[in-house]
C-alpha cells in the first residue's frame, strides 16, 4: 500500500530545520516583542516570520491541505479541526525563552487526516533534536528510538509542567495548588522546559515520568501527543478520561498509572477551548 505521508513527513522534518535555523539567526536579533492574550503571552515578528515560510513552503507541495496555525489563528483565522489534511503548526513554541534567550525553544508541527495525528515533528532547534514520529512507527530523536520512562512510583518520579500565560489570581491560585499537592506528593522534582512541546519530548525520552498542563493550546501538543504516545507513553484529560487535544488540558504520561496519579492533585479548572472561542481573547 502506498505511504500517503511519508513525503509530507519528510517536507515536515527539511522545514522544521530550516526554520529552526531562522529562529537561532534571529535570536539575538528579534528585539520587536509584542503581546496577545496577555501582557506575557509574548509574539515576535520571528514568530510570525517562521510561521509564513512553514505555510509557504507546505502549500507549494500540497496546495489543498489545511492549516491551523498559532500566529494566523491569533491574527482571526479559524482554529476548526476537519477530516481533510491539517498541518497544525505552532512557529516557535517557547516565545518567552527565545525572547529571553533561554534555550529550549521548538518549532510544532502536527499533522492531521480524519482527526488523528498521522505523523509530529518537534524541533528542538538550540539543541540540534529533532523529534519525529509516524503514528505506529516509533518515535525518535535525531534517528534513536524513543521509550518513556519505566518507572512506576511516583515517588520517584520527576514532574513537569508550566505555569502558562493567565496572571488572572483565580487561575494562579489553581495553578500553584496543584503544584503543592504534586509537590508533597512528594515527587523527586518538578521541572519546566518553557515550552510545551520539548516538555512532551522529554516524557517521550524518559527523563521526565509526567507532564501536565492546563492552558495549551493544539498547535502546542499536537506533535507532541503523537511523540509521547509512540514512545510508550498515554495521553489523558486532567481530570482522566481521553484528552481532547482542543480542550486547552493535557496529562501526557509514561504510564495510566502515573497519569491517574498526578490527575488525583490536579486542581482543574478549563479554559476556553481552542475551537469555540477567538484566540485573541
Ligand atoms: O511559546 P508559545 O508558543 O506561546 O507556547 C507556550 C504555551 O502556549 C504555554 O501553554 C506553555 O506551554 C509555554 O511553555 C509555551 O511556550
Ligand atoms: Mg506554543
Ligand atoms: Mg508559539
Known amino acids: 500500500m502506498a505511504d500517503l505521508w511519508q513525503s509530507a513527513m519528510d517536507h515536515a522534518v527539511a522545514v522544521a530545520r530550516k526554520a529552526g535555523q531562522v529562529v537561532g539567526k534571529a535570536l539575538h536579533d528579534d528585539r ?9 503571552d509574548l509574539v515576535t515578528q520571528t514568530d510570525q516570520k ?17 492549516f491551523i496555525g498559532e500566529e494566523s489563528v491569533a491574527a482571526g483565522e ?3 479541526l476537519t477530516d481533510e489534511p ?35 515533528v518537534v524541533y528542538s532547534c538550540l539543541e540540534d533534536k529533532m523529534f519525529t514520529a509516524r503514528r505506529g ?6 534517528g534513536a528510538p524513543l521509550q518513556v520512562s519505566e518507572q512506576t512510583d511516583i515517588k520517584q518520579s520527576m514532574v513537569a ?6 496572571r488572572a489570581p483565580e487561575t494562579v491560585e489553581k495553578i500553584f495548588c496543584s503544584l ?13 522546559a518553557g515550552t510545551a512541546a520539548i516538555n512532551m519530548c522529554l516524557v517521550a525520552s524518559g527523563c521526565v515520568e509526567v507532564y501536565y498542563e492546563i492552558g495549551t493550546h493544539v498547535w502546542d501538543v499536537a506533535a507532541g501527543s503523537l511523540i509521547v504516545t ?6 489523558m484529560d486532567v481530570e482522566g478520561g481521553d484528552v481532547d487535544l482542543m480542550s486547552r488540558k493535557i496529562v501526557a504520561a509514561n504510564s495510566k498509572t502515573i497519569a491517574e496519579r498526578i490527575i488525583e492533585e490536579i486542581a482543574a479548572f478549563s479554559p476556553p477551548r481552542d475551537d469555540v472561542l477567538p484566540q485573541h481573547q
Not at 520587536?32 to 506575557?40: C, I
Not at 509542567?161 to 493567565?166: A, L, N, P, R
Not at 503543592?180 to 519546566?192: A, D, E, F, S, T
Not at 509512540?230 to 495521553?235: D, N, P, S, T, Y
Request: net charge positive.
Open 32 to 40: 520587536k516583542v509584542m503581546t496577545k492574550s496577555s501582557s506575557v
Open 50 to 66: 517562521v510561521e509564513q515560510l512553514i505555510i509557504r513552503s507546505v502549500k507549494e507541495k500540497f496546495p489543498t491541505h489545511r
Open 78 to 80: 479559524s482554529c476548526v
Open 86 to 120: 491539517t498541518w497544525i503548526i505552532d512557529p516557535i513554541d517557547g516565545t518567552t525563552n527565545f525572547v529571553h534567550t533561554f534555550p529550549f525553544v521548538a518549532i510544532s508541527i502536527g499533522f492531521s487526516v480524519n482527526k488523528e495525528v498521522e505523523f509530529g
Open 137 to 142: 512507527r516509533g518515535a525518535f530523536c535525531n
Open 161 to 166: 509542567t508550566e505555569f502558562g500565560s493567565s
Open 180 to 192: 503543592r499537592n504534586i509537590l508533597c506528593i512528594p515527587v523527586q522534582g518538578v521541572r519546566g
Open 230 to 235: 509512540e514512545a510508550g507513553g498515554v495521553l
